[in-house]
């Protein structure tokens, strides 16, 4: 091997070890965000099921995965890509929706903290304020006419800490934990067995919506021009989400002692153990060869927050 091939492949080390720790921190933004938004949540009474204990829940969870998955599926296979496109984007609209009027009061209460006349101003206002509906409005139209990666990736932060958020308080510990094992179990039959999973990432690639994070692996990729998978690193959002929802129910549904005020002991451990089941994932995932995620992060984001529970337990 001579000098060149040596710079290319320590090129190609440092730009996949760049990549892991920048898709990891995606990660990590996701679960911050969930954290944030599941207070405001609450308070504004944005659930996805009532009864947060029910066994049920995780069930009629999965069901709406395999529905949705296959009705996107057979719509794409009867050419209907446009079709499918816009109803994505639309049920992404609807999602930054909620997040945004979820976020409208602490954003009064921080304007308040800042200046007081600016914030008697904006109450005399707000009974005919649409800024959830602005700021929704503008997201979707920019993901429209410019879907570029960091486009789709800050919209892909939003998105999925807020739906890790609504599930996350949603659903109690023991229902999440069973569905992290269901979709577990699902993602690597979709990826390895069936492989429609592949099918609808690659799909998705071309639609250019934010379902999927993106980084590049060189510094003029772009994803308006380049569309092949090999060109960047994608994970999808549904491997930052899951785990997550384990973070936000431990967080939410025990009220031992939080660090810093913030988070306790077995939604940390889930964290810390996502990002071990993420480092193992990463560590087998080739270039070009599309892995389940699932099975690694739900796997370690189960073991972290038994761990974390034990601790809390002991001390």
């Known amino acids: 091997m001579n000098e060149e091939e040596k710079s290319e492949e320590e090129e190609e080390r440092s730009m996949s070890i760049a990549l892991c720790i920048g898709m990891g921190a995606l990660i990590v933004l996701t679960q911050i965000i969930a954290l944030t938004f599941a207070t405001p949540f609450e308070v504004s009474g944005i659930k996805a099921f009532e009864n947060p204990e029910s066994m049920r829940n995780p069930f009629y969870f999965f069901i709406l995965i395999i529905g949705f998955t296959a009705l996107i599926l057979?719509?794409?296979?009867?050419?209907?890509?446009?079709?499918?496109?816009?109803?994505?984007?639309?049920?992404?609209?609807?999602?930054?929706?909620?997040?945004?009027?979820?976020?409208?009061?602490?954003?009064?209460?921080?304007?308040?903290?800042?200046?007081?006349?600016?914030?008697?101003?904006?109450?005399?206002?707000?009974?005919?304020?649409?800024?959830?509906?602005?700021?929704?409005?503008?997201?979707?139209?920019l993901l429209y006419k410019y879907p570029e990666w960091y486009v789709l990736d800050a919209t892909g932060l939003i998105i999925g800490g807020g739906a890790a958020a609504i599930f996350g308080i949603s659903l109690g510990i023991v229902p999440v934990l069973i569905l992290m094992v269901i979709l577990a179990v699902y993602d690597a039959i979709a990826v390895y067995k069936t492989k429609h999973m592949v099918s609808l990432a690659e799909s998705i690639v071309d639609?250019?919506?934010?379902?999927?994070?993106?980084?590049?692996r060189k510094r003029n990729f772009s994803l308006l021009r380049d569309s092949e998978m090999e060109e960047a690193f994608f994970m999808g959002l549904g491997?930052?989400?899951?785990?997550t929802m384990l973070v936000v129910s431990a967080n939410c549904m025990f009220t031992s002692t939080y660090y810093l005020g913030i988070i306790n002991a077995p939604a940390l451990g889930a964290v810390i153990g996502t990002l071990a089941g993420y480092a193992v994932l990463s560590r087998i995932a080739?270039?070009?060869?599309?892995?389940?995620?699932?099975?690694?992060?739900?796997?370690?984001?189960?073991?972290?927050f038994v761990i974390g529970y034990v601790v809390v337990a002991v001390v």
Do not use: C, W
């Not at 639609?207 to 590049?216: E, H, S, T, Y």
């Open 286 to 304: 080739g270039r070009g060869k599309p892995h389940a995620g699932l099975p690694f992060l739900n796997s370690g984001a189960i073991i972290g």
């Open 207 to 216: 639609m250019r919506i934010p379902v999927l994070f993106v980084l590049p």
């Open 239 to 243: 491997d930052a989400i899951i785990p």
């Open 74 to 141: 057979a719509v794409l296979r009867f050419g209907g890509k446009r079709l499918v496109y816009f109803v994505m984007l639309a049920a992404v609209a609807v999602t930054i929706y909620y997040v945004m009027i979820a976020l409208e009061a602490p954003f009064y209460k921080f304007i308040e903290g800042v200046s007081v006349p600016i914030y008697n101003i904006m109450q005399v206002l707000r009974p005919y304020s649409t800024l959830p509906l602005v700021i929704t409005f503008i997201l979707t139209l």
